[in-house]
């Protein structure tokens, strides 16, 4: 018998596509993730599933789950699953890829500008009735056209990143594990030394993956090599970033503002000491949060289940 975790909810039409397959097990929260231990129970008979970030892929997953054949990743992400683990007991991992560069890439700029412009701080300033009179300086902001960016991680996401900002006059600077000869020319962006990349930038955007190379790639020493009026934006993952450096960078002045759409700890701790601070914008991981592009990777997770249960190939594997 086949069957197949699904660890959230997900519409009625991906359902029935999984169904065509085995028995489909989901839990019936969109917002809230399956309790470890139910997911853990559920996953004893399981030959596939169907898991977000919020799931960690273990040990204990895998022990817990001897018929696993796949597990679909709805994310292009994947630093939530052991994949060395994978291997060992030979479960396909698939993730997202693709689909949600442009989109992701949008909500890059929509954050940057958003900080930039200090949209945020405006909105609470008409919201709290403080808007009394015009100010030639009131809420005066950084302009984007003219300003140098700096992109961390030139994948998919940072070359569609750089694709956008053709058209506000900027110069954009790169720094990835590998040169891109092709963007370069086709973006008109130059690769430079991550320290020229800090020191030489208006705006530092991270959207590289979390790997053990970027793990804590900005820290105290990064942010102090940064001018004192650059913006920095994450739209990569959390754990790329020492969080108190962040804060200490931000209110000593050492950076202008930030703007962050993943964090270490997800959802935030309230009590964050970056929620107090007005030059810094915080957003729920909703990098590719558009419906279009949400329905665009749970298909594509459905069609990874297929592939792999129908033919043991899947669309968008993930190689370790
Ligand atoms: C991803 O796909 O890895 C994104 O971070 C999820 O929105």
Known sequence: MTKIVVSRQIPKDYIRQLEQLGEVVMWEESYEPMPRKHFLQELKEATACFITLSERIDQEVFEAAPHL?????????????????????????????????????????????????????????????????????????????????????????????????????????????????????????????????????????????????????????????????????????????????????LKDGEIGGCGLDVLRQEPIDMNHPILELPQAVVLPHIGSASEQTRNDMIQLCVDNIRGVLNEGQAVTEVKA
């Open 69 to 249: 054949q796949v597990i679909a990743n709805m994310a292009v992400g994947y630093d939530n699953i052991d994949l060395d683990l994978a291997r060992q007991y030979g479960v396909t991992i698939t993730n997202t890829p693709d689909v949600l560069t442009e989109t992701t890439a949008e909500l890059g700029l929509t954050l940057l500008l958003t900080v930039a412009r200090r949209v945020v701080e405006a909105e609470r300033y008409v919201q709290n009735g403080e808007w009394q009179s015009w100010g030639p300086y009131l809420l005066a902001g950084k302009d984007l056209h003219g300003s140098t960016v700096g992109i961390f991680g030139m994948g998919a996401i940072g070359k569609a990143f750089a694709r956008r900002l053709q058209g506000f006059n900027t110069t954009v600077l790169y720094h990835n594990r590998s040169r891109h000869d092709e963007a370069e020319a086709e973006l008109n962006e130059q690769y430079v030394d991550f320290d020229t990349l800090l020191t030489e930038s208006d705006f530092v955007v991270c959207t590289a993956p979390l790997t053990d190379a970027t793990r804590d790639q900005f820290d105290a020493t990064a942010f102090s090599k940064m001018k004192n009026e650059a913006v920095f934006i994450n739209i990569g993952r959390g754990a790329i970033v020492d969080e108190d450096a962040l804060v200490k960078a």
